[in-house]
C-alpha cells in the first residue's frame, strides 16, 4: 500500500539548535491526506518528503483473534479443515468431489439437514473450502493407489484453539486473498464495460489493458482503504462509519475544493467501482458494510431519490435514504490487516500508546521528536494509573533543558499536567522559583484558580514568553496561519521598541527564531519591524 507523505524540516535557521528538526504535530486528517498540494510538493519533492501514518488504538491480540474465528467464512474454512479428517477424496483440483458438496454445506449451516438446498448454499461452500485450501487448513495429497485426498493441515489444531498468532496470520492471508480476488473482480468488470472481449485479452495490447484495468482497481482499493484507515484513527468512538458517497468525495476531490459537476461524476464512477470491492472485503471482517442499493439503478431519472427534486434542486435526505448510498466501517480487525499490510510495505504505523511505555523523560522526547503521533493520546495513556503528584514531579524533572526539542517538552508537560489536574498542584508548586518551569508553572496554577500565586520576575516572565512561543514554533511547523495568530496575541505594548529591545536579550536558544517570525507576520509594520532589528541583535550576540 502506498503511504501518504507530509514534508518535515525545522523551523530554524542555519546554526541554530532547531535546526533540521523533525517537527512534532498534533495531526488534523487534512495533514494526512492530499498532503502534496497542501505543502506545495511535486513529483520531484515526493522522495524528500516523509511518510506519516497516523496512530490507532487496536485490541489486544487475543480479542483480534477472536474476532477473526468469529467471521463467518473464516470459521467455516476452519470446520471444512475439521471435516476433512482424516482424509476427504477430492477431484484433480483439489475440489470437494460432487457427493461432497451438498454434505458441506449443510454441515455450515447453509443447507438444510434434508431435501434440496439453494445453489448458492453449495457455492458458499466450496469458496470456504477453497480458502481453507489456500491457506493450508487443508493439504492435498495423492495416494499409492492414485486417488486425490485432503488431509488437515498442521495449522488447524493451533487455530481451533485459538492460538493468537496462527489465527491472526492465517486471517491475514485470507484477506490478502479476498484483496487481490476483489481487485481481479472489479478489473474484468471494468474490462467488460470497455467491450473487451476473449480475443482481446489474447493479443499484447489486450492483455496490456487487463493489467492496466486491475493496476486501476487495486490503486483505487488501496486509497480507499488508507482514507478509511486514517478517518478511523482520528474519529470519536461510535462515529467511524462512513458514507460511501463522502469516502469517494474524499479520493476525488482536491483537499479545498468544492465538487464540480464533473467531480459529481467522477464521484459516482468511484462509488459505482468500490462496491463491489467493499462488499468482498467486508465477507473477511476488514469492513462493516451497507452496499448500495440495486434499487437506486433501477428507478427511473426524474425521481427523487439521489438528492435531487423535481426540479432540480437540493434534496436534504433522512438517514435512512442516506443510507441506501452505502454505508463504511473500518473495523478494529481492518485496522489491524491495513497496519500490518503498511508495515509489510516498510512505513512506519504506530500504535497509540508506543510512546507512553517507558518514564517521563523517554515520552516527553519521544512524543516531542515523532512526526507521526497524536499528542494528548499518548500522555493519557501514560499517566493512567499513575500517581499525580510523582507523576507531575517526573513530568517536570524531563521537561528541563535547552536542547533544541526543549520547548515542545515543556508544552507537553504543561498538557500533562492538565491532565493530572489540581492533584498534581503540590508538585507544581514546588517549581515556582525554577527559572526554566516557574513561569509555565505559575500560568497553570492561576488557571486552575489558585489566588495565591507569586507572579514570577520580569526575567522569568520574558524567557516564558520566548519559551511558549518556540514550542508553538516547533508545533505548528511553521505554519504561516497559525503563526499569524501567535504573532497577534504576543504582548507587545505600545512602545514596541522598548518591549522588543527587552525580548532580544533574553538568553533563550530561540530567541532570535522567535523575533524573526514576529518580524514575519505581525500585521503592524512598525512592530515588525522593531522585531527585524531586535532579531539581528539576539543573533549579533552570540
Given amino acids: 500500500m502506498a503511504a501518504r507523505r507530509r514534508r518535515n524540516a525545522g523551523p530554524s535557521a542555519a546554526g541554530t539548535p532547531g535546526e533540521g528538526a523533525v517537527l512534532p504535530a ?15 510538493l511535486d513529483d520531484e519533492d515526493l522522495d524528500d518528503a516523509a511518510v506519516l501514518v497516523p496512530p490507532v488504538r487496536l485490541p489486544a491480540e487475543p480479542e483480534l483473534a477472536a474476532l477473526a474465528k468469529a467471521v463467518p467464512m473464516f470459521d467455516w474454512a476452519l470446520r471444512l479443515a475439521r471435516w476433512a479428517a482424516p482424509h476427504r477424496a477430492v477431484d484433480e483440483f483439489g475440489d470437494l468431489t460432487v457427493p461432497d458438496r451438498l454434505p458441506a454445506a449443510r454441515l455450515l449451516g447453509l443447507a438444510p439437514e434434508e431435501g434440496e438446498a439453494e445453489e448458492e448454499a453449495v457455492v458458499e461452500a466450496m469458496r470456504a473450502w477453497s480458502l481453507a485450501c489456500d491457506l493450508d487448513l487443508v493439504e492435498i495429497g495423492t495416494t499409492a493407489a492414485g486417488e486425490h485426498v485432503a488431509v488437515p493441515g498442521p495449522d488447524l489444531e493451533p487455530a481451533e484453539e485459538g492460538d493468537p498468532e496462527t489465527v491472526l496470520e492465517l486471517w491475514l492471508t485470507a484477506a490478502g486473498i479476498v484483496r487481490e480476488l476483489a481487485v481481479e473482480a472489479d478489473s474484468q468488470e471494468l474490462e467488460r464495460e470497455d467491450g473487451g472481449d476473449a480475443e482481446a485479452e489474447e493479443d499484447e495490447e489486450g492483455l496490456g489493458e487487463v493489467e492496466d484495468a486491475r493496476d486501476e482497481a487495486a490503486e ?16 470519536e468512538p461510535g462515529t467511524e462509519t462512513v458514507p460511501l458517497g463522502v469516502l469517494a468525495a474524499l479520493l476525488v476531490v482536491p483537499e479545498g475544493e468544492e465538487p464540480s459537476d464533473e467531480l459529481l461524476g467522477d464521484i459516482t464512477d468511484v462509488m459505482v467501482a468500490l462496491d463491489p470491492m467493499l462488499a468482498d472485503l467486508s465477507e473477511l471482517g476488514l469492513l462493516d458494510y451497507r452496499p448500495i442499493d440495486p434499487e437506486l439503478f433501477d428507478e427511473e431519472e426524474g ?10 434542486e437540493p434534496v436534504e435526505l433522512d438517514e435512512a435514504e442516506s443510507a441506501r448510498f452505502g454505508l463504511v466501517r473500518l473495523t478494529p480487525l481492518g485496522q489491524y490487516g491495513i497496519r500490518q499490510w503498511l508495515l509489510e510495505d516498510g512505513y512506519d504505523a504506530p500504535l497509540v500508546g508506543d510512546l507512553a511505555k517507558g518514564d517521563a523523560a523517554e515520552l516527553l522526547r519521544g512524543v516531542s521528536e515523532a512526526a507521526n503521533v497524536l499528542p494528548e493520546e499518548e500522555l493519557k495513556v501514560w499517566i493512567e494509573g499513575r500517581e499525580p503528584v510523582a507523576a507531575a514531579r517526573e513530568l517536570l524533572e524531563a521537561a528541563r533543558g535547552t536542547d533544541a526539542y526543549a520547548p515542545m517538552r515543556r508544552m507537553l508537560c504543561h498538557s500533562a499536567l492538565t491532565l493530572l489536574g489540581a492533584p498534581a498542584e503540590p508538585a507544581v508548586r514546588e517549581v515556582l522559583g525554577d527559572p526554566e518551569l516557574g513561569g509555565g508553572a505559575a500560568a497553570w496554577l492561576v488557571a486552575l484558580g489558585a489566588a495565591d500565586v507569586p507572579a514570577p520576575d520580569r526575567a522569568t516572565a520574558l524567557w516564558t514568553v520566548v519559551d511558549a ?18 504573532v497577534a496575541e504576543l504582548p ?28 514575519e507576520m505581525h500585521p503592524d509594520r512598525a512592530v515588525a519591524k522593531e522585531a527585524r532589528k531586535a532579531a539581528f541583535k539576539a543573533r549579533s550576540k552570540g
Avoid at 469 to 486: I, K, N, S, V, Y
Fill in 303 to 312: 425521481e427523487e431519490t439521489a438528492g435531487a427534486g423535481a426540479e432540480g
Fill in 469 to 486: 512561543f518556540a514550542a508553538q514554533l516547533l508545533d505548528t511547523g511553521g505554519d504561516p496561519d497559525q503563526l499569524r495568530e501567535l
Fill in 220 to 235: 483505487l482499493l488501496d486509497e480507499a482503504l488508507q482514507v478509511l484507515y486514517e478517518t478511523t484513527a482520528f474519529a
Fill in 492 to 519: 507587545v505594548t505600545e512602545e514596541p521598541a522598548d518591549y522588543l529591545g527587552e525580548l532580544w536579550r533574553v538568553d533563550h536558544p530561540y530567541t532570535a527564531d522567535v523575533l524573526e517570525a514576529v518580524g
Fill in 26 to 40: 498534533d495531526l488534523e486528517l487534512q495533514d494526512l491526506y492530499g498532503a502534496f498540494a497542501a505543502h506545495g
